[in-house]
Structures are given as structure tokens and as C-alpha cells.
């Protein structure tokens, strides 16, 4: 739904807080429980807008998981029955090591996220153990 997405992708709180407004007042009726979900969980859902943007980037977005995942699923639809567990799991781990072959690139604008998560996790996460 484009219309959440303007929720959870605004640069301010206080702007996601108009653009939920906005997608209550145009989805409410329809999706009451999902929308009244985001307005009841609000405190938790809104803690990523204290960080910076590349920061919530990597909060909100998924789709390597999503990726990873949907891999994972092809190779155990198209065998529906394994004669023993260690079969599934040799196929799985087979469909992993291929799908993390293609990880090789970094994210978009790594070196800019790097240095914001270094600065908000300077604790745990320095530059010379990533790169």
C-alpha cells in the first residue's frame, strides 16, 4: 500500500504522524485492526525516526531477507517430500550456499550508512571490523 509507505518512509515523526492521519482517514474503514494497529503501537513503531535516514533505511527494508527467503521456499516446492529430515536439511543448505554467492556487492551508499552506524553503535560496530 503506497499510501503506508508514506508513513514509515517520512523524513520527520511528526510528518508520518499527518501521512498515518491521511491513510486512517482514507483506509480506516476498510482495514480497521491494521490501522488501528499502527495507532496503538505508535511509541514502538516510531522509535527508528531518531536516527538518520540511511539508518532507517536498513530498519524498514527487507528485501534481502524477503529474497533469501523466497529462495529457500522454491527449492522446497519443487520436492515436496524428502525421505529424511538430513534431506531437507543438505537441500537447504545447498539453496543457501547458492544464494550466498550473490552477496558480494555492498548496499547503496554503504560508506554514508557505515559512518551513521558507527556513530549511533560506536560500542559495537567499528569501521576496520566491516570493511
Not at 517520512?10 to 486512517?24: G, K, N, R, S, V
Not at 516510531?46 to 527467503?69: A, C, D, G, H, M
Not at 556487492?105 to 560506536?122: M, R, V
Request: contains cysteine; proline residues 3%.
Amino acid at each position: 500500500m503506497a499510501d503506508l509507505k508514506l508513513v514509515y518512509k517520512a523524513d520527520t515523526e511528526d510528518l508520518a504522524l499527518t501521512a498515518l492521519e491521511d491513510l486512517e482517514e482514507k483506509w480506516g474503514k476498510k482495514y480497521p485492526a491494521s490501522i488501528g494497529s499502527w495507532r496503538n503501537n505508535w511509541t514502538q513503531l516510531s522509535t527508528y525516526f531518531k536516527y538518520p535516514s540511511e539508518i532507517r533505511k536498513l530498519i524498514y527494508t527487507t528485501n534481502s531477507v524477503e529474497n533469501f527467503n523466497r529462495q529457500l521456499r522454491k527449492v522446497t516446492k519443487s520436492k515436496t517430500i524428502f525421505p529424511t529430515d538430513d534431506a531437507l536439511f543438505k537441500m537447504l543448505y545447498l539453496a543457501m550456499m547458492d544464494a550466498t554467492k550473490k552477496w558480494t556487492g555492498k548496499a547503496w551508499d554503504w560508506g554514508l550508512t557505515l559512518d551513521q552506524l558507527c556513530i549511533y553503535f560506536g560500542d559495537r560496530i567499528q569501521p576496520e571490523d566491516i570493511d
